[in-house]
Structure formats: C-alpha cells, structure tokens
C-alpha cells in the first residue's frame, strides 16, 4: 500500500511514497508495520551554498564599466581579492566595487531575491580600500 506525503526534507517541493510493506502480518502480530519512504524530488535535505561575489567598476563620463570580477566561498577572501583588484596599478581613482552576498539552493533556479549587496568599497587618496557596510 502505498500513500503520497508531501516531503518536508525539500521544503515541500516534492511528493513522498510511503511503502507499509507487512501490515496484513504485523497487525496479526500486534506489532508496528515498517515503512520505506521514498521522495521523488530529493535525496534528502536541500543543501545550501552561500557565494560572495566581487565586482570592480570604473566610472568614466558618467558610465560605469565592470572591471575584474570573481567568486568566493569565504567573505574575507572575497574581501581581499577586491582589495588586490582595487589597488592594481592602472586603476583609475574613480573605481569602486562590490560584494554580493549570495545564496544557492541545489535543485532550485538562482533568482535575485537570494543576492543582497553587503560591502561598497571605494580606494581613498592614500591609496587604502575602505569597506561601507550597506543597508539591508
């Protein structure tokens, strides 16, 4: 016998099949039935995966054009990788960049209301990169 159950292992997004198997014997037993449960949509939980992406953008004539770019796991290596970008030779003073935090769920398309900027850096006259922490 089998009977449809919504997984709460993936949000709901997928239907589990619950197989009794023996509950003709383990009712004449007086004893539980087992179950296997099987989802159709998941191997288990979700799993969850946050990025933090640097941007580099240089102003000129009032347009902004995206300079060096990348990806990483850690915030503070995605902190230091804009720091190095932002104080390449050749930048020009007016550059500033970003960091986005972002969340990837497996299984799911990505969608702009799990991207959120964290960090504005700007590069000052001495030369030093300072973080600004944007509102959420």
Do not use: N
């Not at 099949?17 to 037993?29: E, Q």
């Not at 969850?48 to 240089?58: D, I, L």
């Not at 769920?105 to 300072?130: K, N, Q």
């Amino acid at each position: 016998m089998t009977t449809p159950v919504k997984c709460v292992e993936c949000d709901g997004r997928g239907w589990k099949i619950v197989t009794r198997r023996g509950c003709v014997a383990a009712s004449a037993l007086h004893i539980e039935p087992s179950a296997q449960e099987d989802c159709l949509y998941c191997d288990g939980p979700s799993h969850v995966v946050e990025m933090f992406e640097w941007e580099v953008f240089t102003t000129a004539d009032s347009t902004e054009g995206l300079g060096p770019c990348g990806s990483s796991s850690s915030q503070a290596a995605a902190m230091d990788a804009l720091r190095l970008a932002l104080r390449k030779a050749g930048m020009p003073p007016a550059a500033w960049g970003r960091i986005t935090h972002r969340v990837y769920d497996f299984c799911t398309m990505p969608d702009d209301w799990s991207r959120r900027v964290i960090f504005r850096a700007t590069l000052d006259a001495a030369g030093s990169v300072r973080f600004e922490r944007t509102a959420s």
